[in-house]
């Protein structure tokens, strides 16, 4: 069935430094790649996301890159500060999104 | 717009009872999402729902659980009889039909004892 496997699952980093989250997705029918960040209390919320016609997209410090053809794509954060410390959700899913599938998540730690 | 409101934000049952989740969508969504997230499982979806039908309920795990949206602006999750394995943050989403991100609601926290 479909998966989207994530990595890494903890993430260390001192603040200032980038982060990189990569995933992987198994199904060729996606075109719709999300990514949420979930702050510990709260539900995940949308922060970017990327279309399979698109290979790179930016939003000030955040940065989505996809591959169509290896069937990955990556979060890119740079100059990161202590209040990006969550879990950080990448998903998957096929025009209309009502099959998402979510990676396991990664947690962040920015160290002040 | 408050977002996708969920209520209760915590419940502790007993084994046995039943559990009704609540969710308010945001006005003029017209897809509704119940997601169950575990620390095993990571985030799964139970069901969906399209202008207030049920489209798939395959993630549904038992007949223990049921979901209903009498309208456009409510929605519930109940859970009868609950379990222990049950406990678990039970998260509404919501999505307009134009747009592929999903707004979330804060989460109910299930615990049942």
């Known amino acids: 069935g479909e998966n989207v496997e994530q990595h890494p699952s903890t993430l260390s980093v001192q603040e200032g430094d980038s982060a990189v989250i990569k995933c992987t997705y198994s199904d060729s029918a996606s075109n719709y790649f999300p990514w949420y960040k979930q702050e510990l209390g709260k539900g995940p919320q949308l922060i970017i996301d990327i279309r399979s016609n698109v290979g790179e997209k930016k939003d000030q410090r955040i940065a989505v890159t996809l591959n169509k053809t290896a069937k990955h794509f990556s979060l890119h954060i740079t100059e990161t500060q202590p209040e990006d410390s969550a879990v950080y959700f990448c998903?998957?899913?096929?025009?209309?999104?009502?099959?998402?599938?979510f990676g396991a998540g990664t947690r962040l730690f920015v160290k002040a | 717009d408050a977002g996708v409101i969920q209520s209760p934000r915590h419940e502790v049952t007993e084994m046995g009872q039943e559990v009704t989740l609540r969710c308010k969508p945001i006005s003029g969504h017209d897809y509704l999402f119940w997601y169950r997230q575990t620390m095993m499982r990571g985030l799964e979806l139970l069901i969906y729902?399209?202008?207030?039908?049920?489209?798939?309920d395959s993630g549904m795990p038992e007949d223990r659980f049921s979901a209903k949206m009498p309208n456009a602006s409510f929605s519930t999750l109940k859970i009868q009889p609950s379990e222990p394995r049950d406990s678990a943050v039970y998260f509404c989403a919501s999505r307009a039909g134009g747009d592929d991100g999903y707004t979330f609601g804060s989460g109910t926290r299930l615990t049942v004892v």
């Open positions: 998903a998957a899913s096929s025009t209309g999104g009502f099959k998402t599938i």
């Open positions: 729902f399209n202008n207030n039908v049920p489209i798939d």
